[in-house]
T-cell receptor, first 113, second 115 residues
């Protein structure tokens, strides 16, 4: 069975400082991994995805994530936070073995002025 | 414009009164899915459909039904709603599910309150 764990339910950073949102996954087969963002009272938008090509994946708005198979991690980073990054972020896993799609419980990112 | 639409956007109902939330996509996607979002629990998959007439249970299917008679539509049916089904519901679609790396496109959400 697949699972995904977002290690922090809330993260606070100051504007202009780096962002790190942590995600660990469990999958018996080669997974596809995604990060989605949900701004307050809005729908969900894809930030980036890993599909077994490059392990370092670049997404929109300066975000990137690195797939580390040995650590079963797919952490999301951004070098410099902006106020508009305040939102909830979801790590998502799926695999060809199981048609289900599994979301993590989310990490709410707060940006301090 | 490529989109997933859901109706209604807001619904307040009473326990036991059957309701249907509609979902429609105009992108010719094969995979469609329903999720519920609850604080602290993220999104949990209720049902999904790989194609017309093919549906399967997600992680929280109890109390829900779906059908996929046409490729573009995937309604969610609550035959006897209960207060624990009060939640924010999202419909999503993509070209593929499971191990595919296709992006999911989400509807705007339906906020359901069952009293």
């Amino acid at each position: 069975a697949q699972s995904v764990t977002q290690l922090d339910s809330h993260v606070s950073v100051s504007e202009g400082t780096p962002v790190l949102l942590r995600c660990n996954y469990s999958s018996s087969y080669s997974p596809s991994l995604f990060w989605y963002v949900q701004h307050p009272n809005k729908g969900l938008q894809l930030l980036l995805k890993y599909t077994s090509a490059a392990t370092l994946v670049k997404g929109i708005n300066g975000f990137e994530a690195e797939f580390k198979k040995s650590e079963t991690s797919f952490h999301l980073t951004k070098p410099s936070a902006h106020m508009s990054d305040a939102a909830e972020y979801f790590c998502v896993v799926s695999s060809w073995r199981d048609d289900k799609i599994i979301f993590g419980k989310g990490t709410r990112l707060h940006i301090l002025p | 414009e490529a989109q997933v639409t859901q109706n209604p956007r807001y619904l307040i109902t009473v326990t036991g009164k059957k309701l249907t939330v509609t979902c429609s996509q105009n992108m010719n996607h094969e995979y469609m899915s329903w999720y519920r979002q609850d604080p602290g629990l993220g999104l949990r998959q209720i049902y999904y459909s790989m194609n017309v007439e093919v549906t399967d249970k997600g992680d929280v299917p109890e109390g829900y039904k779906v059908s996929r008679k046409e490729k573009r539509n995937f309604p969610l049916i609550l035959e006897s709603p209960s207060p624990n089904q009060t939640s924010l519901y999202f419909c999503a679609s993509s070209f593929g599910g499971g191990g595919s790396a296709y992006e999911q496109y989400f509807g705007p959400g339906t906020r359901l309150t069952v009293t």
